[in-house]
């Protein structure tokens, strides 16, 4: 009897056991490091057998990755996209071998029926909640803006500056004066904030940095310090990510409101996923998460002793 039964019970969970090939981008930032951790918590709890590609920042190592996932045979692949343009080709082939893949946190140009279901919010929206905010904050004031962009080519690269744009349209007093990619990490956000503060006069002309994510607000937050001004003062400091470095930098009044990006990205995918498999029930084409602002007025102390332990 007992044989029997762990039999069967061993032949439903192979059954049932999904492979899941999961590429990811690399490890940029603090916010990129946690949605790694909390993916493979999320398959571990729902017994599915995760692969795990590291591509080193590069679209070439993705793309062999998801070769290689096809050529093995996976149930489905996770795809967080380094760059928008550039996957139809490969995209096809996942189609062709009939696994559905699921875009994680960035966006792809190819056509919608060549993946199942993309998670992740709205960039364009995030990066006008950020511009909203400065342009409350400032209240009329001058101020003139410099940016710090993501990796070329990405999609929160382009949509948070399209977004922030379009928040500072029609407000005049407000001037993005300098914009350069920062690649979205604290060496290369350090490097190049240091350059727009020698450029505009120590950075007494800079009234206030937008970042596409905290990790190189962080990185700029130094050169700031270091060039003898205050970081949340001298200039104000708006970026996104929410991750729980930051919400010190706000506790210690060196840095001002951060969008909440959400990392657990791998929940909702496998939900849709699971479902997908259960009986083809189709998700939306979109899922989108939540973008929450914060500022100093969220008890940053609080928000990073809650943060801290969550996978970043
Ligand atoms: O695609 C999401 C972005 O990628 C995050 O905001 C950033 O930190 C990461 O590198």
């Not at 990392?263 to 699971?274: I, V």
């Amino acid at each position: 009897g007992m044989t029997m039964l762990a039999t069967v019970a061993l032949a439903s969970t192979s059954a049932m056991a999904l492979t899941v090939g999961f590429s990811q981008i690399g490890s940029e930032s603090g916010w990129r490091a946690a949605e790694t951790t909390l993916t493979r918590q999320q398959a571990e709890q729902r017994g599915i057998d995760l692969k795990f590609a590291d591509a080193q920042q590069k679209q070439e190592n993705q793309i062999k990755a998801l070769r290689s996932f096809i050529a093995q045979g996976v149930d489905a692949i996770l795809l967080a996209p380094v760059v928008a343009t550039g996957w139809d080709a490969v995209l096809k082939e996942a189609k062709e071998a009939e696994i559905p893949v699921i875009l994680l946190d960035r966006m792809v140009d190819s056509d919608k029926d060549l993946y199942l279901t993309a998670v992740g919010s709205d960039l364009v929206h995030e990066g006008s909640v950020a511009g909203d905010w400065l342009v409350k904050e400032v209240n009329g004031k001058p101020c003139n803006v410099v940016e710090l962009q993501g990796t070329t080519g990405s999609s929160p690269a382009i949509d948070r500056k399209k977004g922030f744009e379009q928040a500072l349209a029609g407000h005049d007093n407000l001037k993005i004066i300098r914009s350069q990619t920062g690649d979205f990490t604290r060496t290369k956000g350090k490097e190049v904030m240091e350059s727009f503060l020698k450029a505009e006069d120590g950075g007494k002309n800079i009234c206030a940095l937008y970042a596409h994510n905290d990790d190189m607000a962080v990185g700029a937050i130094q050169a700031i310090k270091e060039a003898g001004l205050k970081p949340g003062t001298d200039i104000l400091v708006v970026s996104i990510d929410a991750v729980p470095d930051i919400f010190l930098a706000m506790a210690a009044g060196e840095a001002n409101a951060t969008v909440e990006l959400t990392p657990n990205m791998a929940g909702p995918a496998f939900d849709a996923l699971e479902a997908f498999r259960k009986d083809g029930t189709m998700p939306p084409k979109f899922i989108q998460t939540e973008s929450k602002l914060y500022t100093k007025a969220d008890d940053p102390q609080k928000v990073y002793e809650e943060k801290k332990d969550l996978g970043y």
